[in-house]
C-alpha cells in the first residue's frame, strides 16, 4: 500500500458531522460494512440534547467526540462499543446522573468531561481499569471520591477550576499518575502520603488556599514542576505551633522505640504491636525521638530557587525540638535539611 492508499484508507475510518447544527443523528444511509470500518466519529459542535442510539451502531469505534453540545445524558448505547478508547464530551450539560450504569465497563483510555455540570465524579468512572487519562476540569465538583485509587492506570488526573477543598490520601495510590492539576480549587492542605506518587511530574496547586507544604514534598525525585502561585503560602506566610501532651499509652511507646526494646506478637496483644508499628521519627537530625499522636505542628521555611522562600509543615516529637534553649536543635535541623536538598531540584520548581 502507497502513501495515498494509506491516507485514503485513513480518512475512510473517520466519519465527520462536526459543525452541522445537527439536532439528530441518523445512520440509515450508512451502509453496515461502512459502519464497521469506522474508527472515529465526530459529533461534536451540534446541538444534540442527548447521545443518539445510533452511534451504537459503529461497533468498531475507538474514538468518539460530542463535545459542544446540549447533552444532559448519554444513552445506554454507548455500552455496546467494546473498542470504545477516547471518549471527549467537553462543555455540555452533563451530571453524575447522564452516565448509563454500565458505563464502567467500557475499555475507555481517555475521557475528558470538562466544562459540564458534574458536582461528585461519576463511580462509574472510577471502574475504568484501562483509564490513562480523566479530565473533568470546570466543572462544580466539591470532593474527591476515595474510590479514585482503582484507576491504577491512571497517568493524568485534571481537575482544575472546581470547589475542592482536600486531596484524598488515596490519591497517593495511582502508580502512574504523571500529571496532577488541581489548580483554582479551595484546597487548603496537601497530604504527606503524596510523596508516594514516585511517577509525578507536574503538579499543579496554583490560585488555591494553601499556607503551607508538607516537607514530604521534597521526597518527590521526579517532580519538574510545581506551580503554586496564588496561593497565601506565596504571598502570606504563616507560623503556627501546637501541641497535645502525650499519653502514657504514647509515653511508654515511645520509651520502647527510642530505646530500641525488641517486642513481638507473642509477648504483647495485637492492637499493641500495630500501634508500636505506626510510630513516626522525629525528623530532626539531632533527635533520637519519636512520636505516634502527639506531636508539634511546625512550620519551617525552605528556600527555593533562591528566590522564594516556602514554609514547609513539619512535625517535630516534642517543644524541645524547636526549642532555641535545647542546644541550638532548630537551626542544626534546619539547616541541615535544607543543605540535603540538591540545588537542581530546586531549580526545577516553578513558583510562578
Not at 458505563?103 to 465524579?121: D, K, M, T
Not at 517543644?319 to 537551626?331: A, K, R
Amino acid at each position: 500500500m502507497d502513501i495515498q492508499e494509506g491516507a485514503a484508507a485513513a480518512r475512510d475510518c473517520v466519519l465527520d458531522f462536526s459543525r452541522l447544527s445537527l439536532n439528530t443523528f441518523s445512520a440509515d444511509s450508512i451502509s453496515d460494512e461502512r459502519k464497521r470500518d469506522i474508527r472515529q466519529l465526530y459529533l461534536n459542535n451540534n446541538r444534540l440534547a442527548s447521545l443518539p442510539s445510533a452511534v451504537s451502531l459503529f461497533l468498531n469505534l475507538e474514538f468518539l467526540d460530542i463535545s459542544n453540545n446540549g447533552l444532559s445524558t448519554i444513552c445506554d448505547g454507548i455500552t455496546r462499543l467494546c473498542k470504545l478508547k477516547t471518549l471527549f464530551a467537553k462543555n455540555n450539560r452533563l451530571d453524575e446522573f447522564s452516565l448509563p450504569k454500565e458505563f464502567g465497563s467500557l475499555p475507555l483510555e481517555v475521557i475528558n468531561f470538562s466544562g459540564n455540570r458534574f458536582e461528585e465524579i461519576p463511580l462509574q468512572c472510577t471502574k475504568l481499569l484501562r483509564l490513562q487519562s480523566l479530565s473533568l476540569g470546570g466543572n462544580r465538583l466539591r470532593s474527591i471520591p476515595t474510590e479514585i485509587e482503582n484507576l491504577t492506570s491512571l497517568e493524568m488526573l485534571y481537575l482544575g477550576g472546581n470547589l475542592i477543598s482536600a486531596i484524598p490520601p488515596e490519591v497517593a495510590n495511582l502508580p502512574y499518575l504523571t500529571y496532577l492539576v488541581l489548580c483554582d480549587n479551595r484546597i487548603q492542605s496537601v497530604p504527606p502520603q503524596l510523596t508516594r506518587l514516585h511517577s509525578l511530574r507536574s503538579l499543579s496547586l496554583h490560585n488555591n488556599l494553601l499556607t503551607y507544604l508538607p516537607r514530604e514534598i521534597l521526597s518527590l525525585v521526579q517532580l519538574q514542576e510545581l506551580s503554586l502561585r496564588g496561593n497565601p503560602l506565596v504571598v502570606r506566610f504563616v507560623k503556627e505551633m501546637t501541641y497535645n501532651t502525650p499519653k502514657l499509652l504514647e509515653l511508654a511507646g515511645r520509651t520502647i522505640k527510642s530505646r530500641n526494646i525488641p517486642y513481638s506478637p507473642s509477648e504483647l496483644p495485637s492492637n499493641l504491636v500495630r500501634y508500636l508499628d505506626l510510630a513516626s521519627k522525629c525528623p530532626n537530625p539531632k533527635c533520637a525521638g519519636v512520636y505516634f499522636d502527639s506531636c508539634v505542628r511546625h512550620i519551617k521555611f525552605v528556600d527555593f530557587c533562591g528566590k522564594y522562600r516556602l514554609p514547609l509543615m513539619h512535625y517535630l516529637c516534642s517543644p524541645e525540638c524547636t526549642s532555641p534553649c535545647s542546644s541550638s536543635s532548630q537551626s542544626d535541623a534546619e539547616s541541615e535539611e535544607e543543605n540535603s536538598v540538591p540545588a537542581d531540584r530546586l531549580q526545577r520548581v516553578l513558583l510562578g
